[in-house]
């Protein structure tokens, strides 16, 4: 029986490994000072996972705090969606591995890969599922190790990616809160400029692919902000639209933390002020489909968002994919 009220999150939380890089570090590696990385990036330090911890590691771990936040025991979960473009291996769902790692055992669980923009396809699908009727609560993560396959010699990726990983617990609302409008897309012809060629069915590995770092992240940068200075801000147009709001009824926008001069873009899109913007790309890099959930759960704990904001969570990434909702906090 579908639900007749609203659906949305009912906790949120995140997780990052305590390793970090900083641009210190990368300044002895590239010919590039730690002020200019900062200057190009808006980036001052990126977490890394620990040797032998995986991407399933740090999405359990911002799992249970999600669940803490909800008050929610794994036992009601009924579905974990894992956003995510470096699982653990191939051949198994991250989601089935965190799903055992929170003992959710009555819990349905699939990976979704969407890139960046992936955790915003994850809550809306989400929310769907539960609206439908079919389950009545969900466990959505964001969660990356990028570093494990990101080419450390090449300083146009090397300077930008972390790791680190966001969930939310989603729910029944009461009518009028949570997930109030959407927009999902993607243009597949443009997939060549941001994407990882080796290791799929179309180049499997090699020798070869190994020898010229082809399992690591390829970057056209040039397309990939030019396309990005528009994406995220009409993107979210669209979402406030389909939600029968305006950019004045905005309280803050949570986008992905790809670059502050592409965030900086979105909020001019939407005449939107910075002081309504999240912004935690100095203190995390870029974590791709992990970076809208941590930084939606530093908001909270930072007490930005109340009761009846209205919040926008955008982002794009590789695909090229884009994805925004607009949400009423409860």
């Known amino acids: 029986m579908k639900t007749r009220g609203g659906v ?48 399933s590691d740090l999405a359990v771990q911002a799992a249970l705090k999600a669940l803490e936040a ?11 969606i894992v ?24 819990a349905a669980a699939f990976d979704l890969c969407a890139a960046c923009s992936g955790f915003v396809y994850g809550l809306v699908m989400g929310c769907q599922v539960i609206r439908s009727g079919l389950y009545k609560k969900a466990l959505v993560i964001g969660a990356e190790t990028v570093s494990r396959i990101t080419n ?23 009518e009028g809160y949570g997930l109030l409008g959407s927009d ?14 080796a ?14 770092h082809l399992h690591t992240i390829q970057m056209d940068g040039f397309s990939v902000f030019k396309f990005a200075m528009r994406a995220m801000g009409d993107s979210a147009m669209r979402a406030l639209t389909a939600a029968g709001l305006t950019p004045g009824q905005l309280d803050l926008l949570v986008p992905h933390q790809a670059n ?47 009761r009846d904001d209205i919040i926008i969570l955008t982002g794009f990434g590789a695909g090229l994919t884009w994805a925004s909702c607009a949400v009423r906090w409860f």
């Open 8 to 55: 949305g999150i009912l906790g949120a939380g995140s997780y990052v490994p305590e390793k970090v890089l900083t641009n210190e570090e990368l300044e002895k590696l590239f010919s590039l000072s730690a002020e200019s990385i900062f200057d190009f990036t808006g980036i001052r330090l990126r977490h890394i996972a620990a040797e032998g911890e995986a991407t």
């Open 70 to 80: 909800a008050g929610t025991s794994p036992a009601e979960i009924e579905l974990v």
């Open 83 to 106: 956003a995510t473009s470096s699982p653990d291996n191939i051949a198994s769902p991250c989601a089935a591995l965190v799903q055992s790692g929170i003992k959710a055992s009555k």
């Open 152 to 174: 450390m010699t090449d300083r146009d990726t090397a300077i930008l990616f972390g790791d680190g990983a966001g969930a939310v617990v989603l729910g029944e609302l009461p």
């Open 184 to 197: 999902l897309g993607a243009d597949g012809s443009k997939h060549h400029v941001l994407n990882v060629p």
């Open 199 to 212: 290791g799929g069915s179309r180049m499997p590995a090699s020798e070869e692919t190994v020898r010229n």
């Open 260 to 306: 502050l001069r592409i965030i900086e873009a979105a909020a001019g899109r939407l005449d939107l002020p910075m002081e309504k913007v999240v912004v935690n790309i100095e203190r995390h890099g870029n974590t791709s489909s992990a970076s809208i959930p941590i930084a939606l759960n530093e908001a909270v704990a930072e007490g930005r968002i109340r």
